[in-house]
């Protein structure tokens, strides 16, 4: 009788842990799409771009006399492809937001499928994707590289479903999810075949047959080449860091989820939130390796060694076209670490502590999100104002690198395409008369060189003595009062004290017409005759 009890009440415990597994990653995905929803402008900085581009393809009769588009198997095309999916049902503003709830919930259950593949358990740790999901580069708006991650990381766990015997399933899985990683982006298909080459390497499994898997993404990577270097587009070279804590500096922000890219202060605390953020990471990877489940996978350690060392070893920040190289696979080689998180199962007070955790991280987001929305929106609004045809001059007074937050060592940006500017003219297109608008050289469309795109951006004045990025002074802005914009039009962003100093030096030669918080417009004064 105590053996059928005993039995029973196993039974009953296991189903309350299944169902409460269940029920928490539910409650996270559900939380985890609030923010998104809940605004309109999102305050992802490259994101706009790729919502117009979604526009223009699916409405393209209406914009072929603007823009060329280029067929080749860009492998940075990934958020087209989703959101042009996306936009044959809804506009490309919903359909856009549509892809980056599916990339988030993606993101949660995939990184929960494959932790507990890994550890052999269900943790709580499982439910840490929605931490990676919300991440630098998603308010960067690098939306083919971000999209591209839980397909990464559903690709290191089929790879690891690999023995001794290679299923034909597995293979064709292979294949397709290599497909996708290459055309989200070449930096999310190169940690894959690593983490490939690893576990052939470390289970002894004739590559043969897995190198077959390749020849479509070989052909496409081939293919891009030629079409690049007959087309010469997108840009070439190489940037070098300046300095070794600028190094430094690049390869901690990846790992900063509150790491801001808008002009606007934050309500919260934004090196708090991101300091707290790194201490949860830290006290995760010592306890995962204390009780060993990181150490006990060793591919998981080795691909996530080598991709570190890539992101320290390499000295430059861009790279032939592509930016934030070193970075992206440092941000690669946490997650990839972070597949081996474990933390007890036992515990009713580590799981409630951890859901409670991610809540708070979720409204965290939330809560700048909205804060931005008031800001974006006012800016949109400002920038109906501008005829079409006008050039923009705008000056942002914010402090890197995090740029969430407002000191008295302010530093000053100046000249071309200050977000939200840069993108903020494709919602006037998208909802009006269709236009011209710039766009990436390195995506599938391209505005023809004879077309003058509706918003403009003065560039910087070539005299001015000072660096783009520096201390903001006075003196600055009476240089630029010396030595006034082309534009008609000045923006000027960021902490309020700084901007309305800014705004009354500027005053002699422009009129101010809106003056918000954290932005004000100014139109220059008419000529005396």
């Not at 706009?48 to 006399?65: G, M, P």
């Not at 402090?399 to 060592?409: A, R």
């Not at 269709?434 to 403009?456: D, G, N, R, Y």
């Amino acid at each position: 009788m105590q053996r059928i009890t005993h039995f029973v009440t196993n039974i009953h415990v296991k189903i309350l842990k299944f169902d409460f597994d269940k029920i928490a990653l539910l409650i996270i995905i559900i939380a985890s799409l609030i923010p998104i929803w809940s605004v309109r402008f999102l305050p992802f900085y490259d994101y706009h771009q790729w919502v117009f581009q979604a526009h223009v393809l699916q409405n393209y009769d209406q914009y072929k006399n603007f823009y060329s588009v280029s067929f080749a198997p860009t492998p940075n095309l990934g958020s087209t492809l989703f959101s042009l999916a996306t936009t044959s049902f809804f506009n490309a503003e919903i359909g856009s937001k549509i892809v980056i709830s599916m990339y988030i919930i993606a993101m949660i259950l995939v990184f929960a499928k494959t932790n507990v593949d890994f550890v052999k358990k269900s943790t709580p740790a499982s439910w840490l994707g929605v931490f990676f999901a919300y991440n630098y580069f998603l308010y960067n708006g690098f939306l083919s590289f971000t999209i591209g991650i839980p397909l990464l990381v559903y690709g290191i766990y089929v790879v690891n479903k690999f023995g001794s015997f290679l299923h034909t399933t597995h293979l064709a899985a292979l294949t397709i999810i290599s497909m996708l990683c290459y055309l989200c982006h070449l930096f999310i298909y190169i940690p894959l075949i690593i983490f490939v080459a690893i576990t052939l390497w470390t289970r002894r499994i004739q590559p043969w047959h897995v190198a077959m898997t390749q020849i479509p993404v070989i052909a496409m990577l081939l293919w891009y080449t030629i079409s690049r270097i007959a087309g010469h587009h997108g840009s070439s070279g190489i940037v070098y860091y300046e300095s070794v804590l600028n190094k430094l500096a690049s390869l901690i922000l990846p790992l900063l989820s509150f790491q801001r890219i808008d002009p606007f202060p934050s309500p919260l605390p934004i090196s708090i939130l991101n300091i707290l953020y790194a201490i949860i990471l830290i006290i995760m990877l010592i306890y995962s390796f204390y009780n060993k489940s990181i150490i006990k996978n060793k591919e998981l350690v080795l691909t996530s060694i080598i991709l570190f060392v890539i992101a320290i070893a390499m000295p430059f920040t861009f790279f032939m076209g592509m930016g934030a190289v070193d970075q992206r696979f440092g941000f690669i080689a946490m997650i990839v670490l972070a597949l081996g998180f474990k933390t007890t199962t036992v515990s009713r007070t580590v799981n409630y502590t951890v859901l409670a955790i991610i809540m708070a991280f979720i409204s965290a987001h939330g809560v700048i999100f909205q804060a931005s929305d008031r800001q974006l929106s006012a800016m949109y609004e400002s920038i109906q104002a501008v005829p079409s045809g006008e050039s923009v001059y705008s000056l942002s007074i914010r402090q890197p690198p995090i740029y969430g937050n407002c000191s008295q060592q302010d530093y000053l940006n100046i000249g071309n395409g200050i977000f939200p500017l840069q993108w903020f003219s494709v919602y006037s297109v998208i909802y009006g008369k269709p236009m011209p608008v710039h766009t990436f050289s390195t995506a599938a469309l391209t505005l023809q060189k004879e077309i003058e795109p509706a918003l403009k951006f003065e560039e910087i004045d070539p005299t001015l003595k000072f660096n783009l990025l520096q201390k903001f002074t006075r003196e600055n802005l009476i240089q630029i009062q010396n030595h006034p914009p082309r534009s008609n039009y000045i923006f000027l962003f960021g902490c309020s004290s700084n901007i309305y100093d800014a705004a009354s030096i500027l005053s002699d030669s422009y009129d101010t017409m809106q003056a918000e918080k954290y932005l004000i417009v100014m139109k220059a004064k008419p000529l005396d005759n």
